[in-house]
């Protein structure tokens, strides 16, 4: 297990554009999808070859900026009770959910900053974070951009940690009824320390590039 991912649509899983580094070979990656314990596949777990991976052209590797990449699968996905693509919101709905308090991040990384790794896939819920707060110089001073989202607890003890990039930042929309993807988990300060909360991409900004 390397990096989380979001499946969009039958044969396209968005991850973060870091995961790939080093590794642009499409032979070398399995996504695995419908899996809840990453020990144990069941009926239910699909495993798929890569075609292709585009990785966006302006990805800066020391910055972070534009941490997005999508894996094509070479055969399409089957929709199931345990494999479902992620909604991206409406435009309308956007600013709303980038003020959420009712979100959750996932992923099978580590559960502690020094820890190991978990078998079975985790849940958290978290806020998003004014970005006046998360850049100040109490925290991540300047080193997030306009593109980014800053998700967890400014207290610390919830956060994405290694493992978890390209993996989820979902919102819930109580008028909907939904939840729709608004981010990906790209970078932090270790993990789930005050003042250092979860940094992700900031997906509405890239909905024409997906």
């Known amino acids: 297990h390397l990096c989380g991912g979001v499946l969009l649509g039958r044969r396209a899983v968005l991850t973060a554009g870091h995961c790939v580094n080093g590794r642009t070979d499409p032979c070398s990656w399995r996504a695995v999808l419908g899996v809840h314990n990453l020990q144990k596949h069941s009926l239910f777990t699909a495993r798929r070859r890569i075609r292709r991976i585009i990785v966006h052209s302006e990805f800066k590797r020391e910055t972070f900026e534009n941490d997005v990449a999508l894996f094509e699968l070479k055969s399409a996905v089957r929709y199931s009770l345990y494999i479902q693509p992620s909604c991206l919101p409406p435009a309308a709905l956007v600013q709303p959910l980038e003020n959420s308090s009712d979100c959750y991040i996932s992923g099978w990384g580590r559960t502690?900053?020094?820890?190991?790794?978990?078998?079975?896939?985790?849940?958290?819920?978290?806020?998003?974070?004014?970005?006046?707060?998360?850049?100040?110089?109490?925290?991540?001073?300047?080193?997030m951009n306009s593109k980014a989202l800053c998700a967890g607890a400014w207290a610390g003890g919830t956060d994405t940690c290694q493992g978890d990039s390209g993996g989820p930042l979902v919102c819930y929309h109580p008028d909907t009824d939904m939840f729709y993807l608004v981010g990906i988990a790209s970078f932090g300060v270790g993990c789930a320390r005050p003042r250092y909360p979860g940094i992700y991409v900031r997906l509405s900004q890239y909905r024409t590039w997906i």
């Open 112 to 143: 502690a900053e020094k820890g190991k790794a978990s078998s079975v896939l985790k849940e958290a819920q978290v806020g998003i974070l004014p970005p006046s707060l998360c850049n100040s110089s109490e925290g991540y001073a300047g080193l």
